[in-house]
């Protein structure tokens, strides 16, 4: 199917795109389009180990002066802008070499769905988990990233039903936050989110509340209008009710699992484990909105019950029942290996079965020789 998105946010369309338009024109022609996606997807992979190397339970922040060094914090502003440039060209590129091809949507969306947790998760080192005076509890964080993964679902969900994907406003202004809050950081030291700003409040709580103000009243009520005038238009994809709510049926299932998980479990895992513990959703994550995006693309049904949903109710089941014990923390650290390990694995045996019946290379525009 023909790739259509649209994109109506103003610093998207006025400010951005004008400076997109500006950096693509150095990119050498001879250079695959999916390398640029690739590369963004690295640097923001590098810059979250970096962060979890100085910060593993996000307490490196909470102390003044932080313990994080300012230099990788002005790294995270250069990598999360970098990445956020790569992302914003790879498209235009691909135009611009005539290499648009299925491969390519798939692999950028698959890898966003994947580095939408990852900024997630590294901009938690910033305002640090809350230590009595300041910071976020770990389940504020919890919720906090279920929101946005929510958001980013709801856009490919609707892609799914109405074959366009309109992009959310919430990325371009999320990915400038972040820049700006890396260099705040860096510019202040951690000390800035420490103290009251406005009428008592912090920084990360007029955040916090940006984020679900702009979830749940912005993209989530124009998701569903999308929808909705795309029923009046007679557009839909899925004529019935039941195939066109069937993509949302795991990612719900897997949220209610953690859920059960986060709240009931005997050795409080999440307060325990913060930083594995929420790697691992947002992998869980991934896995199930990558095989919605590929239903999507090949006008396919996505099976009701996704594989990972099994053995996730079977850890939850054996944590929260008290089965595993002082072994629950071990069982989340080797559950969340296995499970990342997984998706790797599937990502690259979809890239390599799409390269080969494309006859594509994935980092080349060369063409691959017919056998």
Known sequence: ?????????????????????????????????????????????????????????????????????????????????????????????????????????????????????????????????????????????????SIVLFNFMCSHWEKYNTGVLFLPWGYDISQVVLIAAYLLTGALGVEVWQKPFLFGYYITDALVILLIGFSLFLSFPQTLYNIHRAHLKKTLKNNSLYEGLLPLVSPLLLFVLLTVWVVLSPGNILAKQPRLFLWMVGVAFSNVICKVIICQMSSTQPELFHWFLFPLALVVYAAISGLLGWTEEAVLAVFTVLVTAAHVHYGVCVGKQLSEHLNIYIFSLKKRVQE
């Open 1 to 145: 199917s023909q790739y259509s998105a649209v994109d109506t946010n103003p610093l998207s369309v006025y400010i951005m795109q004008p400076i997109w338009n500006k950096i693509i024109k150095i990119v050498p022609l001879w250079i695959a389009p999916n390398l640029l996606t690739f590369s963004g997807f690295v640097m923001i992979l590098v810059n979250y180990f970096l962060i979890s190397f100085y910060d593993w339970d996000y307490t490196a922040s909470g102390t003044s002066p932080g313990l994080v060094p300012t230099w990788v914090w002005l790294f995270s502003a250069f990598t999360t802008f970098c990445a956020y440039a790569l992302d914003s060209i790879d498209g235009k590129h691909a135009r611009r070499t005539q290499s648009s091809t299925p491969l390519g949507e798939l692999f950028d969306h698959g890898l966003d769905s994947w580095a939408t947790s990852i900024f997630v998760l590294s901009f938690f080192s910033v305002c640090s988990r809350d230590n009595g005076k300041t910071g976020v509890s770990v389940y504020t964080m919890y919720i906090y990233l």
